[in-house]
């Protein structure tokens, strides 16, 4: 056997346990898109969209719609935090990730979206101040197009 297939083997049983955990923490998978689980008995009227990579942690969204844009949206943050590490509470572009689980070798982090007043206050109050505004307001966990969320960086 060569060393291409023999890791390559080696990768697809390690995807399949953390699979199998990710199912532990949210429930049977309902539906894969390529590297991005999608988990609808999680949250009763909502959809869990969960990457499953080799990274040590994986990124999550949360809607109550059945639309699969959250995909694209996890594609594009999973590239560009390929070379970096995303923490609990870290604002990136118009998301703040939120520790949301963790599993044997990794933790999953809930990308939440923002709207432009609620980064700046990210900014200028922190994080956990914008959860707690969020949470009360109903809209933690989930993101969902908002009056100002556009999705761009601005």
Do not use: N
Request: with cysteine; charged share 30%.
């Amino acid at each position: 056997m060569s060393l291409r297939r023999f890791f390559g083997r080696g990768r697809r049983l390690k995807r399949a346990q953390r699979e199998r955990a990710l199912e532990h923490l949210f429930g049977p998978v309902a539906r894969r898109v390529d590297d991005v689980l999608i988990f609808k008995e999680h949250i009763v009227g909502a959809a869990l969209y969960v990457t499953s990579s080799t990274r040590l942690f994986e990124l999550a969204i949360c809607q109550r719609t059945d639309d699969d844009w959250p995909i694209g949206v996890l594609r594009e943050l999973g590239q560009r935090c390929r070379w970096k590490t995303i923490q609990s509470g870290q604002v990136l572009d118009c998301f703040l990730f939120e520790h949301y689980g963790t599993f044997h070798e990794g933790e999953v982090l809930l990308a939440v979206g923002l709207t432009a007043d609620e980064r700046t206050m990210c900014v200028e109050s922190g994080s956990s101040v914008v959860l707690e505004r969020l949470r009360g307001a109903g809209i933690f966990p989930f993101t969902e197009e908002r009056e100002t969320f556009s999705g761009d960086s601005a």
